[in-house]
């Protein structure tokens, strides 16, 4: 994650060498060295450094590490006949490497050849079964072609070898709710939880989840994870005090005619809390929404 400082100094040498002022090859260093993305500007300048014998030259080794950002940055603006320049020196000089194979392979995938690109990354994952990256990309291309099965697959097979990565979890859990499988989302979930049981964030999405399964013991269920996010956060997650709210007004619902017990779990006290802190929120942030609020909120029983 890049730093507050860190984003400063970009901002500032990006602003440096948009008005001439210098400072390009630290730029096009200090984008690298982040992992952020400035597609368009590290094509543009980075150019201007290859394109120019002099300057090229003055990098020694650096120039194939130019060579590489570049073309990936091509490919990201889809200057794919840049892209394929830079691909094609790299080839020349390193002819059997790997990581070359890589970008071989990125192109092939930018220019929609999707059957080729597959080979291409398979042919790799034959060398190394363990390049995150690659099996990454076949996830990437799977979503790209709009096979969302696929996607699963790839990222089961991953998350079966790579389980510690919290990202993947995340993206698998995501096409889970795009598919409407809401119980194999909940569980990327709380595999989530279980790794990061303090990000708030894991808490909201599994109470959504099972807040959209519905059923008392479900929902009874979402409301706790709702409650331990507004906990996590402070009580400043607006979002999980309404959750709360629709918790309890649809236990309530589901606990019509039943018995008092059944009656006590909609937590009435909870419901009126979460009710009372969205108002007071609503007040200071958003005064002219509060009728608003005070009408959804009396739609829900409050």
Same mark, same amino acid.
């Given at each position: 994650m890049v730093t507050k400082t860190e984003e400063t100094e970009l901002n500032q040498l990006e602003n440096q060498v948009e008005n001439g002022g210098g400072g390009v090859w630290e730029y096009l260093c200090l984008v690298r060295k982040l992992k952020v993305r400035r597609s368009e500007l590290v094509l543009k300048h =980075?150019?201007?450094?290859?394109?120019?014998? =002099? #300057?090229?030259? !003055? /990098? $020694?080794?650096? @120039?194939?590490?130019? %060579?590489?950002?570049?073309?990936?940055?091509?490919?990201?603006?889809? !200057? *794919? =006949?840049?892209?394929?320049?830079?691909? #094609?020196?790299?080839?020349?000089?390193?002819? @059997?490497?790997?990581?070359? $194979?890589?970008?071989?392979?990125?192109? *092939?995938?930018? #220019?929609?050849?999707?059957? @080729?690109?597959?080979?291409? %990354?398979s042919i790799l994952l034959e060398d190394n079964p363990l390049d995150q990256v690659i099996h990454k990309r076949k996830v990437a291309m799977a979503k790209a072609q709009g096979k969302p099965s696929l996607a699963i697959e790839h990222l089961n097979k991953y998350l079966e070898v790579f389980m510690a990565d919290h990202d993947a979890w995340r993206e698998l859990a995501e096409i889970y709710v795009s598919l409407q499988m809401y119980k194999q989302?909940?569980?990327?979930?709380?595999? *989530?939880?279980l790794s990061q049981p303090t990000l708030p964030l894991y808490h909201l999405a599994y109470a959504e989840v099972l807040y959209t399964i519905g059923g008392q013991e479900n929902l009874i269920a979402a409301r706790k994870y709702y409650a331990s996010?507004?906990? /996590?956060?402070? $009580?400043? !997650?607006?979002?999980?005090?309404? =959750?709360?709210?629709?918790?309890?007004?649809?236990i309530a619902q589901l606990s019509k005619g039943r018995n008092k017990e059944d009656k006590d779990m909609a937590a009435p006290e909870l419901q009126? /809390?979460?009710?009372?802190?969205?108002?007071?929120? %609503?007040?200071? #942030?958003?005064?002219?929404k509060l009728n608003l609020?005070?009408?959804?909120?009396?739609?829900l029983k409050l």
């Open positions: =980075g150019l201007s450094i290859l394109n120019d014998p =002099g #300057k090229r030259s !003055s /990098l $020694g080794p650096d @120039e194939w590490t130019l %060579y590489e950002q570049v073309a990936i940055a091509a490919m990201d603006c889809q !200057s *794919l =006949g840049a892209a394929q320049n830079c691909i #094609k020196v790299l080839q020349k000089k390193f002819p @059997e490497s790997k990581r070359v $194979g890589k970008l071989e392979a990125l192109l *092939l995938e930018a #220019k929609g050849m999707w059957e @080729e690109a597959e080979k291409a %990354y989302a909940a569980f990327c979930y709380e595999e *989530l939880i996010t507004i906990d /996590l956060t402070g $009580g400043k !997650s607006t979002r999980a005090l309404f =959750g709360i709210c629709l918790c309890g007004s649809a009126s /809390l979460a009710a009372t802190a969205l108002e007071k929120e %609503y007040k200071q #942030k958003a005064p002219a609020l005070s009408s959804a909120l009396r739609s």
